[in-house]
T-cell receptor, first 109, second 114 residues
């Protein structure tokens, strides 16, 4: 079956760095997405990886290892506004997204 | 408008009633999707449409129907609502094969079935 696993909740301190891990199993693979979702709002796109390696975009970076079925989202210089849920999703062979339940990130001052 | 709009924002509905959730996008995206999001679960795909005139079933299609008469609109209908359909419903769109698969989401409809 198809499955995405990510931690339910993480806590970090303002100004620090946090890494959110995601493992996936899909029928075929056409890329890995990360989305951010603030409470009561819609998900918004953060990153897309289809090749192995690290993609950096400002304070956020995303890594992919296709052989391990593994990705992580790295957030640097954490700000209070980064408190949100982070959703990992993998695109299967039919180009449909399989979604994880999300990781709720709590930032403490 | 720019992006995706959904209506209504929220609704309380009696069980057994029929309800249509509306979704409109102005980005000329080919693909559109309906998801439901429940606490502790990931987004679950209800129905999708890869292009106007075609639709497909997602992971949880039972009790829901969709149509795609044109590029912009993708309504979701609950024929006879049941309490288990209480959820937040998100509509999304993407360019699809001719562009990016990044999905853009509407603001959501919070539906309570009593």
């Amino acid at each position: 079956g198809q499955n995405i696993d990510q931690p339910t909740e993480m806590t970090a301190t303002e100004g620090a760095i946090v890494q959110i891990n995601c493992t996936y199993q899909t029928s075929g693979f056409n890329g890995l997405f990360w989305y951010q979702q603030h409470a009561g709002e819609a998900p918004t796109f953060l990153s897309y990886n289809v090749l192995d390696g690290l993609e950096e975009k400002g304070r956020f970076s995303s890594f992919l290892s296709r052989s391990k079925g593994y990705s992580y989202l790295l957030l640097k210089e954490l700000q209070m506004k980064d408190s949100a849920s982070y959703l990992c999703s993998a695109m299967d062979s039919n180009y449909q997204l399989i979604w994880g339940a999300g990781t709720k990130l709590i930032i403490k001052p | 408008i720019a992006g995706i709009t959904q209506a209504p924002t929220s609704q309380i509905l009696a069980a057994g009633r029929r309800m249509t959730l509306r979704c409109t996008q102005d980005m000329r995206h080919n693909a559109m999707y309906w998801y439901r999001q429940d606490l502790g679960l990931g987004l679950r795909l209800i129905h999708y449409s890869n292009t106007a005139g075609t639709t497909g079933k997602g992971e949880v299609p039972d009790g829901y129907s969709v149509s795609r008469a044109n590029t912009d609109d993708f309504p979701l209908t609950l024929a006879s609502a049941v309490p288990s359909q209480t959820s937040v419903y998100f509509c999304a769109s993407s360019q699809g094969p001719e562009g990016s698969y990044e999905q853009y989401f509407g603001p959501g409809t919070r539906l309570t079935v009593t």
